[in-house]
Structures are given as structure tokens and as C-alpha cells.
């Protein structure tokens, strides 16, 4: 899990494929986060992404850092304790004027049954489950 951290978090921007319908929908994204041993992202609950989350939880990220690029699937389960929204945005402190933890806009949701491939032009996929 924390290589896959550190991938995303050295992308700086990675892009979160989610489904609306049938119609595949990608946005940048820059949330991660570790917190209590599971992998977070974070989002807005007035936004498009959160009602696509709750209707399929089934998502992709995918970025590139050093020529490699990563490709993650993982099911995102919204987690509503405050203490993650508070280690969250104690992360990205740049989100706090837009974001508080507890103001029921904020949501947070930690990756399960994640498969992760770290790939490049050069060398064999990586693949990392956890």
C-alpha cells in the first residue's frame, strides 16, 4: 500500500475514472492520504463524483510519474468519521478553505480490494494487491 501511496502522491495530479450510467467519467484528482492502515481519497458531497460513487463504487485511478504510470482498481467506501476527513485535509491544508472536517460536505473513502500495476516501456508490470 505505501508504494502505491508514494506513486500517487509523486504523481501529484492522477485521474479517477468512475461511471455514471454507462458513461465512463475521468476527472483529476490529487487527494491521498493513509490513515488507520487503508488508503484514502476525497471529494465533495455536493459533487457529481460522490453521487457516482454511491451508485457504483467500483473505480480506476491512473497517473504517471518517471515514466512509469500506474494503474490502480479498487472499490471506494465512503467512510463518515471525522477523524479521517480531520487527517485528510491536515495533508492538503490548501483544501481547508473549501473543506472542514464534519461540515457534511467533505467525504473521504478508503480503498478495498485494491489491485495496483506500476508499469513502464522498459520493465515487467509490478502488480501489488492489499
Same mark, same amino acid.
Given at each position: 500500500?505505501?508504494?502505491?501511496?508514494? $506513486?500517487?502522491?509523486?504523481?501529484?495530479?492522477?485521474?479517477?475514472?468512475?461511471?455514471?450510467?454507462?458513461?465512463?467519467?475521468?476527472?483529476?484528482?490529487?487527494?491521498?492520504?493513509?490513515?488507520?492502515?487503508? @488508503?484514502?481519497?476525497?471529494?465533495?458531497? &455536493?459533487?457529481?463524483?460522490?453521487?457516482?460513487?454511491?451508485?457504483?463504487?467500483?473505480?480506476?485511478? &491512473?497517473?504517471?510519474?518517471?515514466?512509469?504510470?500506474?494503474?490502480?482498481?479498487?472499490?471506494?467506501? @465512503?467512510?463518515?468519521?471525522?477523524?479521517?476527513?480531520?487527517?485528510?485535509?491536515? &495533508?492538503?491544508?490548501?483544501?481547508?478553505?473549501?473543506?472542514?472536517?464534519?461540515?457534511?460536505?467533505?467525504?473521504?473513502?478508503?480503498?478495498?480490494?485494491?489491485?495496483?500495476?506500476?508499469? &513502464?516501456?522498459?520493465?515487467?508490470?509490478?502488480?501489488?494487491? $492489499?
Amino acid at each position: 500500500m505505501n508504494e502505491v501511496y508514494e $506513486f500517487l502522491k509523486k504523481c501529484g495530479v492522477y485521474y479517477l475514472a468512475t461511471t455514471e450510467g454507462n458513461q465512463p467519467r475521468v476527472r483529476p484528482f490529487g487527494t491521498i492520504d493513509i490513515y488507520e492502515g487503508k @488508503l484514502y481519497i476525497q471529494t465533495g458531497k &455536493s459533487k457529481n463524483v460522490a453521487n457516482q460513487l454511491k451508485a457504483n463504487p467500483n473505480i480506476e485511478l &491512473s497517473g504517471m510519474a518517471d515514466n512509469n504510470w500506474i494503474r490502480v482498481t479498487a472499490k471506494a467506501v @465512503l467512510d463518515d468519521n471525522v477523524a479521517a476527513q480531520e487527517h485528510m485535509l491536515a &495533508s492538503y491544508p490548501e483544501l481547508q478553505a473549501q473543506y472542514q472536517p464534519g461540515d457534511g460536505n467533505t467525504e473521504v473513502y478508503y480503498l478495498e480490494n485494491v489491485t495496483a500495476q506500476i508499469c &513502464s516501456f522498459t520493465e515487467p508490470p509490478k502488480t501489488i494487491t $492489499f
